[in-house]
């Protein structure tokens, strides 16, 4: 029922109006009455009527200043201005506060009620326009979301002006004015392929993503499935040092709380001063994140404690270092979920590791080489490629000799050879993924008409949870779940306006909506043109 408040200095008038209405007949309630805007300012704020009535002339306080007070307060409120007065100034400055009518007096009770329902017309045009905004709005969560990532991804890894961040992210509504500023790069993993251990260990990057929303001086993005990175803002060195210890300890929190197998790798980058520089603490956190192949998990390091512990080794010889303890599963565990580019890192650091001295070595490195070019076989074989694959090209382990006379080339061809495997484990990953799509989209094709369809289910019918396929989803389609669902939808609905005679809202109904006005707002918002206009036009 449509509220409304009534606020006129002329006592008899006032009763006038008030008494003939008849308000509930008419859908109305009358919430309350005043003699001027002075008293009537708290009571409206009070009751929040829909409609205020208010003479434009009055002691302590006029209806122009009222309805600017209101106005501030209740944005959507429509003000009827009553007057007695027929001077254009009034008339002028109602209009300036968006007021909903300008009436003179004397006004028949028939021609109020006219207005009043002409007005309530708009109001209820107004809120369902609002509730499917909001409905529209929340649909695209993911949308908002997937800009955000993009944007904080370029911020990251691009060398953008500052002008170009504020602007771009003032788009997505993300302020990174501060200080200074610092990355962090972080995994949870799990060893379990149990099911039940795998929910679990998406309960706890659930719980990841809660704390990071909730840490107003972070913002992050998933890289696919290697987890998460964090861009830190801080206004001094102490904050920031607060702010990223503080994060140790909740993730800490988090995982020790899990009952799964779960551990978690952290790396922080560098301070740095300004946001174009962001880039620079992102290549740092980088190359640290590189040892999470190759040190304990269970904790978040910086470049400072692995220049600590690389010291502590660099003094071992050849004769002291035990070469049977070398374990080929680091080398194997990067070779399977490391990424693109992270090649050199892994090597610098695997090279420091064993100790600097050691790699001078030239029967040393041809010792480490042979180990590692074996494992990337080993995995390729594992992948279903012939043995033949690695030797076609990066050439045969026996002719090693020739590439590896100084340690950068060693380096050099190592890197090649762990950068060739990943990008052909990325091939077989990619048909495995091309697959699941296939079936996610052959899925929605055959669902889009269940209202119920969403991002959980179509993830659960590939066997993937929600964000892992939101991500993959997102990455190989070039558009969010919702994005590919409503145009599916679309286009479906575009084909029956054309060849049936069905009605608007069957059409809504029969392509997943069942709210017919919500299908014709996200009509014309996606298509330009309203279904009837559409229809219209073929």
């Not at 990532?149 to 911020?155: D, K, M, N, Q, Y």
């Not at 913002?219 to 001094?236: K, N, P, Q, T």
């Not at 790396?267 to 300004?274: E, F």
Request: aromatic fraction near 10%.
């Amino acid at each position: 029922m449509i509220k409304v408040f009534l606020v006129e200095d002329e006592i008899v008038i006032r009763n006038g109006i008030k008494n003939s209405i008849e308000w509930k007949k008419e859908g109305y309630e009358f919430v309350g009455e005043a003699g001027d805007g002075e008293l009537a300012y708290p009571m409206i704020l009070k009751t929040k009527p829909d409609i205020l009535i208010t003479d434009i002339r009055m002691p302590f306080m006029d209806g122009l200043e009222l309805s600017r007070l209101v106005k501030q307060e209740l944005p959507d409120i429509k003000i009827l201005i009553l007057s007695g007065y027929d001077e254009f100034e009034y008339a002028k400055s109602a209009i300036k506060l968006r007021v909903a009518e300008y009436l003179l007096k004397p006004i028949s009770s028939a021609k109020l009620l006219e207005v009043l329902k002409e007005v309530t017309v708009s109001i209820y045009q107004e809120r369902e326009e609002r509730e499917l905004l909001k409905k529209y709005e929340d649909d695209m969560q993911e949308n908002r979301q997937y800009e955000k990532a993009e944007f904080l991804s370029r911020v990251m890894s691009q060398s953008l002006s500052v002008l170009e961040i504020l602007e771009q992210g003032k788009q997505v509504g993300i302020d990174l004015s501060a200080g200074m500023y610092n990355t962090v790069l972080l995994k949870i993993s799990s060893s379990s392929g149990d099911a039940d251990e795998q929910k679990q260990l998406a309960e706890v990057s659930a719980k990841v993503e809660s704390l990071l929303d909730s840490k107003s001086n972070m913002h992050y993005f998933r890289r696919g499935i290697e987890g998460w990175a964090v861009l830190c803002l801080a206004e001094d060195e102490a904050q920031m040092n607060n702010e990223i210890e503080g994060l140790r300890e909740e993730i800490r929190k988090i995982v020790d709380e899990c009952p799964a197998k779960a551990e978690y790798f952290g790396a922080v980058g560098n301070i740095v001063l300004r946001l174009g520089n962001v880039k620079e603490s992102m290549e740092e956190a980088e190359r640290v994140f590189a040892y999470r192949y190759l040190k304990e998990w269970n904790q978040i390091i910086d470049n400072e404690e692995i220049t600590e512990k690389i010291e502590e080794n660099s003094e071992l010889s050849l004769s002291s270092l035990q070469i049977e303890k070398m374990d080929r599963r680091i080398t194997e565990k990067f070779l399977k979920t490391g990424l693109k580019g992270e090649g050199i890192h892994f090597i610098d650091e695997y090279f420091e590791s064993l100790g600097k001295n050691n790699i001078q070595s030239l029967l040393f490195r041809q010792y480490v080489a042979m180990d590692i070019y074996l494992t990337a076989v080993s995995v390729l074989e594992g992948l279903g490629y012939a043995s033949e694959e690695l030797v076609v090209r990066c050439g045969d382990f026996k002719e090693m000799e020739s590439v590896l006379s100084t340690v950068e080339q060693t380096k050099e061809y190592l890197k090649n050879i762990l950068e060739t495997t990943i990008f052909l484990r990325e091939a077989v990953s990619k048909q495995r993924y091309s697959q699941l799509l296939k079936e996610a989209k052959t899925y929605i094709e055959q669902n889009f008409g269940n209202e119920e369809i969403s991002l959980n289910t179509v993830a659960a019918s590939v066997n993937l949870s929600p964000n892992h396929f939101s991500t993959i989803f997102s990455q190989e389609t070039g558009k969010t779940f919702i994005e590919f669902l409503t145009d599916v939808r679309m286009g479906k609905a575009k084909e029956l306006l054309r060849s049936t005679s069905m009605k608007t809202a069957e059409i809504a109904y029969a392509v997943g909506y069942k709210d017919s006005h919500y299908f014709s707002y996200l009509f014309k918002k996606t298509q330009g043109c309203t279904p009837r206009e559409f229809r219209s036009q073929t």
